[in-house]
């Protein structure tokens, strides 16, 4: 599976906001599972705290995994971080690039 058909299977469990799309925790997780199985890199993970009229980044709850030189650890790292935060009522945006690209 390539990100893009990734992606468009998860769109309609998320919530869009401009071009972001936004998961609560266990969809994060589910789809970076989904994402390993193809595999298909995470480069990151973004929380957001989401109103009904603003959409606020959580600066302190960012991940970069853009420099991980161990692609399954980035898997891990990433699943571990959005389960970390679980309970913090957080939506989280999850950056990944196909393998090959």
């Given at each position: 599976m390539k990100l893009d058909e990734l992606m468009s299977q998860w769109e309609a469990r998320g919530l869009k906001r401009g071009r972001t799309l936004l998961l609560q925790a266990s969809e994060a997780m589910e789809m970076i599972a989904a994402a390993r199985s193809s595999k298909i890199r995470v480069l990151g993970v973004d929380s957001f705290r989401i109103t009904?009229?603003?959409?606020?980044p959580q600066d302190d709850d960012t991940l970069d995994l853009s420099t991980a030189t161990n692609q399954d650890d980035s898997?891990?790292?990433a699943a571990e971080f959005i389960q970390?935060?679980?309970k913090l009522n957080l939506f989280f945006e999850v950056t990944m690039k196909d393998s090959a690209g």
């Open positions: 009904d009229l603003t959409t606020e898997w891990k790292l970390q935060r679980a």
